[in-house]
């Protein structure tokens, strides 16, 4: 079955500081990722995705990810964090077919210091 | 712009009530899903329909029922709330496939007292 990883669940980084958040995925099937994002009190908002094609994503706000199918990776990155960036972001993974749900990892929350 | 929408943004309620959460979506979707989201546990899947008055049940349906007798409109019954069902509630539409992604709408606090 496939599922997610999120290593730490909570990252701290300064402002201005490179962001990495790191999600391994296990599938048996070639997978379809994505990064979603929660700021506080609202519902998740979609970063980016990644389907076939290639393999560094760009996403909304700056931030980007890359598949590495020999590592199982999906790690997001952002160069320069900035205090918006503060918010709880969950790696999801597409399973089986076109109608089951998203399978989430269990997020990683991202604080940003001045 | 896109848009799912959750009747409300708090609730509380008291212990053995039924509660109803309703979400509509404006997108003609085919799917919607019910999540629980609780610290350190990320989002849990209660429920999901694929199809007007289809359902399955997600990770963790006991305490839960649902109905969906609109495309548009997917409702979540606590059918006795209990105070362990005091959680973040979000409804998500997609439409099929497995590249697509999920809209969510903005999430259900409720509390059961």
């Known amino acids: 079955a496939q599922s997610v990883t999120q290593l730490g669940s909570h990252v701290s980084v300064s402002e201005g500081a490179l962001v990495l958040l790191r999600c391994n995925y296990s599938s048996s099937v070639p997978p379809y990722l994505f990064w979603y994002v929660q700021y506080p009190n609202q519902g998740l908002q979609l970063l980016l995705k990644?389907?076939?094609?290639?393999?560094l994503v760009k996403g909304i706000n700056g931030f980007e990810a890359e598949f590495k199918k020999s590592e199982t990776s999906f790690h997001l990155t952002k160069p320069s964090a900035h205090m918006s960036d503060a918010a709880e972001y969950f790696c999801?993974?597409?399973?089986?077919?076109?109608?089951?749900?998203?399978?989430f990892g269990k997020g990683t929350r991202l604080s940003v210091i001045a | 712009d896109v848009k799912v929408t959750q009747s409300s943004r708090y609730l509380v309620k008291r212990t053995g009530e039924k509660v109803f959460l309703e979400c509509v979506q404006d997108m003609d979707h085919e799917n919607m899903f019910w999540y629980r989201q609780d610290p350190g546990l990320g989002l849990r899947l209660i429920y999901f329909s694929y199809d007007v008055k289809m359902k399955e049940k997600g990770d963790i349906p006991e305490g839960y029922s649902v109905s969906r007798e609109k495309k548009e409109r997917f409702s979540l019954i606590l059918e006795s709330a209990s105070t362990n069902q005091t959680s973040m509630y979000l409804c998500a539409s997609s439409f099929p496939g497995l590249t697509t992604e999920a809209f969510f709408g903005q999430g259900t606090r409720l509390t059961v007292v």
């Open positions: 999801a993974v597409s399973v089986n077919s076109g109608n089951t749900p998203l399978v």
């Open positions: 990644y389907t076939t094609g290639a393999t």
